[in-house]
């Protein structure tokens, strides 16, 4: 990494507002911030592909199934973050091999469900316990078997909702594992059903235990409407669009770049971090967004350097909290095994 560039970038930063630096740190005087720096980790042990589906379990990360552009796969990876180091771990049976599933996590347990296998959309439901280092089959999927769907747990509870079985769709559903029961959320059981555009190849993000819902695909269009879910109320409440469409304000003008599907999300220390994917060309960029201003920030900001990997859709991410990676992913006939962490600040002490 080029620490001159950063230091000259250093400069301008200085120079623009404080809304800008807001986004990552309080101004001071006594430090400034050089933002997007890209490390090259461990590469992932198994073998390259694209499609996967991951979830964390105990500060690690897990990396399960995906598509090698030979075969769907089953087999489960685990990264520990602290030794920089990946295991393998006990597979899926090999009927349930698949790709374009999702992962999620809760009470120290991992799940995956829906996926393609490549004959048929999935809905069968896998539990993961790493004490034991079994899988167990769980109550299927509630909804139709979909593939590109999009995840995310909070509390005792797992989500998962939209996707594609042959139509676009947009219904959520939310996973019991104590009693392993789906139940659809249509606003009949205190959880008000989703009201944004049907998607595939979406994404979704947790901060302060509400989930937010963004990007995708949908009939040849990428998808601009932006979704948070507070599961104490049920409900979902409509967020800026990611798009330049508000013509009496500037805080979008530059949001041209965030709709994409098959992206890569996850949060560190409060703010949440979009990159990859591909909304007709495949993408490095990233993009910051902040829940307490509800308004993104990246692309066109000079200081935030691009992915450094190959660019890429279908990549998984992880994050600990305070890291977030990004691992796998393929490009058109290319498959990788390549892993990145982002270091969205550096700080320096005058």
């Known amino acids: 990494m080029n620490v001159l560039l950063y230091l000259k970038k250093m400069k301008k930063l200085l120079l623009i507002s404080c809304f800008a630096a807001l986004t990552f740190s309080s101004c001071t005087s006594e430090s400034t911030y050089t933002q997007g720096v890209w490390e090259q980790r461990s590469d992932f042990d198994g073998v390259a592909r694209n499609d996967a589906a991951s979830f964390m379990i105990d500060g690690d990360g897990y990396v399960c199934c995906g598509y090698d552009g030979d075969e769907r796969l089953n087999d489960l990876w685990r990264y520990n973050v602290s030794s920089n180091s990946w295991t393998q771990r006990a597979s899926l049976p090999e009927s349930a091999a698949r790709n374009a599933a999702v992962g999620f996590s809760v009470n120290g347990k991992g799940y995956i469900t829906t996926g393609y296998n490549g004959n048929t959309y999935l809905k069968d439901t896998w539990e993961y316990d790493p004490t034991s280092n079994k899988w ?20 005792n509870y797992g989500y998962v909702g939209t996707g594609y079985d042959k139509n676009y769709l947009k219904d959520f559903y939310r996973y019991d594992p104590v009693n392993d029961k789906w139940e659809i959320m249509d606003g009949t059981n205190g959880m008000n059903s989703f009201s944004g555009q049907k998607r595939r190849g979406g994404s979704a993000f947790v901060i302060n235990n509400i989930a937010y819902v963004v990007g995708g695909q949908s009939n040849g269009s990428y998808c601009d409407d932006f979704w948070k879910f507070d599961p104490s109320k049920g409900t979902w409440t409509a967020l800026r669009d990611i798009a330049d469409n508000n013509d009496k304000e500037d805080y979008d003008d530059n949001y041209a770049g965030i709709a994409r599907e098959r992206a890569v999300t996850f949060v560190i220390d409060g703010k949440a971090f979009l990159t990859t994917g591909t909304s007709g060309s495949l993408k490095t960029d990233y993009w910051i967004y902040d829940p307490a201003t ?21 990549a998984v991410g992880f994050s600990t909290g305070t890291k977030g990676f990004v691992v796998t992913g393929g490009s058109s006939s290319l498959y990788f095994d390549d892993m990145w962490e982002l270091l969205p600040y550096e700080k320096e002490e005058d």
Do not use: M
């Open 136 to 155: 167990t089959q769980k109550a299927d999927f509630a909804g139709s078997g979909r593939y590109y769907a999009l995840s995310f747990s909070i509390g």
């Open 294 to 314: 509800d308004l993104w920030s990246g692309d066109s900001d000079d200081d935030y350097t691009p992915f450094k990997g190959s660019a890429r859709a279908g």
